[in-house]
């Protein structure tokens, strides 16, 4: 029996840590297992997908190089073979990897386990990949067989549109219109119908399908407008008397663009009137446009010939156009003219006031001065904008006042910044001195506590070679401690203007002097305040000496408690 305990005392403990060690490898490697299943979920899904969508590719792309040229089929297939080799190659590497999943066991080691897993994932990516690419090139061909298969029903429709046209353009020259504009496409569509049917047999069924298309748009097109040539006779005759009264509109324009241009050459700068005259021409031509084709228009209709008086209407209108805005180009400059004239004086004076008050201020605040020059050569460039002086180019003055306003506004941000940065520094140094003030007068308090302490010590005792007592040896070494602190500082609050580095180094060397006095607590809120103030705006390393100070506190403490 006691054997059989002893063995037991052996064995127990030996089984524990291997039930351990297998418990602690089952959970290292379970996260890898759920992310392998994960993958390998999806992965199967993509390949029944991707199995079924290159079946069909195939067959496709077999149908594609039956009934095409080489040329077509090219452009069709493109990377469709190729797809479908890495779709082989994509499913074997799926069933490798399913054969590899189904070897491991409680024993696989995680690291194992984690590889398989990444390689899944990668598998997974790929397969919605190719997936995709597949769709693409299925699309492709599903295109050229569908244009293959719809040529027949496309010629039938050709052919039907043809005949009603023929029928509908017979009916309206009976009606004593003439229609050979919109005929011309009736007697070129058997011709066009034979070159797409030398397509087809070609084995060109994508350029087949492109020319039959735009044959069909074309004779549905005209059979409509044929069908509809009343209602567009009276439309077309309705636009002709809205352009009855054009000539003399036209006329109008004319007489008051010229006024204008002779206004603006009078009364204003040469450059205000610049490229007017070349405008007022374009407009009596476009002018002489519009008298042209209503001419035209009216013959169309007296003929009846629908489309020609269409087409004549349609130039008429856009020439008229044309010539309104040519002609209203002087009028718009001449308003302009004038209204600038009349708001640019007022508008120039208050820019004026504006940037004198800005110089001013620059220069009387603290922190922009460095700006007041820039507002003195802007305050001078506005007083240059003459504004009295004989025939001004208000458009220029304009430009003038636009800019200096501009930059007005943005030296009036730059100085509000400026300020407030100065302000924000002043406040920063009136700390740093009242800081340097108070370790003035705790250096003052530490030099008394040694006079103090000398005169207690024998003269033998301070000029022996040993060390006084402790008391007495830790005030000596603070005071010069605190008189090197002390300097540090007082130099730092000098050089702490824009730098929060020095200020954070000038606030060590007071949290320092307080330290090197005796007043821990004291140093210690000094030095945690400067560290969380400082850390955010110039990093950790330019507050490690704030650490520092900090540790020899808590040491100290820690040494006063023992």
């Known amino acids: 029996m006691g054997e059989f305990i002893a063995i037991l005392a052996v064995v127990l403990p030996v089984l524990a840590i291997v039930g351990g060690l297998v418990a602690e490898r089952r959970l290292r490697a379970r996260p890898h297992r759920n992310a392998l299943g994960r993958s390998a979920v999806r992965v199967d899904e993509y390949g029944t997908q991707i199995h079924m969508l290159a079946e069909s590719l195939r067959r496709s792309v077999e149908l594609v190089r039956a009934g095409s040229v080489e040329e077509e089929a090219r452009a069709a297939l493109a990377d469709a073979e190729e797809r479908l080799g890495r779709a082989d190659e994509l499913l074997g590497e799926r069933d490798r990897l399913a054969d ?126 044929l069908r509809t040539i009343a209602d567009r006779e009276s439309r077309s005759r309705r636009r002709l008397s809205a352009l009855a009264g054009a000539g003399q509109e036209n006329g109008d324009r004319r007489t008051a663009a010229v006024a204008a241009v002779e206004e603006l050459t009078a009364g204003y700068a040469a450059a205000l009137s610049e490229g007017l005259q070349a405008r007022l021409e374009e407009g009596v031509r476009s002018a002489a446009e519009v008298a042209e084709q209503v001419q035209d228009a009216q013959a169309g209709l007296e003929e009846r010939d629908v489309q020609r008086a269409e087409a004549a209407l349609d130039a008429a209108e856009e020439a008229h156009r044309r010539a309104g805005e040519e002609y ?29 008050e800005l110089a001013e201020r620059a220069a009387s605040d603290k922190g922009s001065e460095h700006l007041s020059p820039a507002l003195q ?31 007005a506004a943005s030296l009036s941000d730059a100085a509000e910044a400026a300020v407030g940065a100065a302000r924000k520094a ?41 060390r006084t007592d402790d008391a007495l040896g830790r005030a000596l070494e603070r005071l010069r401690y605190l008189e090197a602190a002390a300097e540090r500082h007082s130099i730092a609050v000098h050089t702490a203007v824009f730098n929060h580095r020095a200020a954070a180094a000038a606030a060590r060397d007071y949290a320092a002097a307080m330290w090197a006095a005796g007043r821990l607590d004291e140093a210690a809120q000094i030095a945690e305040e400067a560290r969380n103030r400082y850390a955010g705006s110039v990093g950790q390393e330019a507050v490690a000496d704030l650490r520092v100070v900090l540790s020899l506190i808590d040491a100290e403490r820690a040494a006063t408690r023992e």
């Not at 509908?168 to 797409?196: I, K």
């Not at 007083?383 to 306003?405: C, F, K, M, T």
């Open 100 to 225: 590899a999943r189904a070897r491991t066991t409680w024993r696989t080691r995680p690291e194992e386990l984690e590889r398989a897993a990444r390689r899944w994932e990668e598998l997974e990516h790929d397969a919605a990949g190719l997936l995709d690419g597949l769709r693409d090139a299925e699309e492709r061909c599903s295109r050229v067989l569908a244009a293959s298969a719809s040529l027949g029903d496309g010629d039938r429709e050709a052919v039907r549109l043809a005949e009603q046209g023929r029928s509908a353009a017979e009916e309206a020259r009976a009606r004593g219109y003439s229609v050979d504009g919109e005929a011309s496409v009736l007697a070129t569509a058997h011709h066009r119908l034979e070159d797409v049917r030398r397509l087809a047999s070609e084995g060109r069924p994508m350029a087949a399908r492109e020319a039959l298309t735009g044959l069909t748009t074309e004779l549905t097109d005209v059979l409509s407008a």
């Open 328 to 356: 209203g180009a002087a009028d718009s400059r001449l308003e302009e003219v004038r209204e600038l004239s009349a708001s640019v004086p007022g508008r120039r004076l208050q820019t004026l006031i504006l940037v004198t």
């Open 377 to 407: 050569t802007l305050r001078a460039r506005v007083e240059a904008l003459d504004v009295e002086g004989d025939r001004p180019d208000w458009l220029r003055l304009q430009a003038g006042l636009d800019e200096a306003e501009e930059l």
């Open 426 to 466: 002043r406040a920063e140094i009136d700390r740093l001195e009242g800081a340097l003030r108070r370790s003035e007068e705790e250096r003052a308090s530490a030099q008394d506590f040694v006079r103090r302490e000398l005169g207690k010590v024998p003269p033998a005792a301070r000029t022996g070679g040993k």
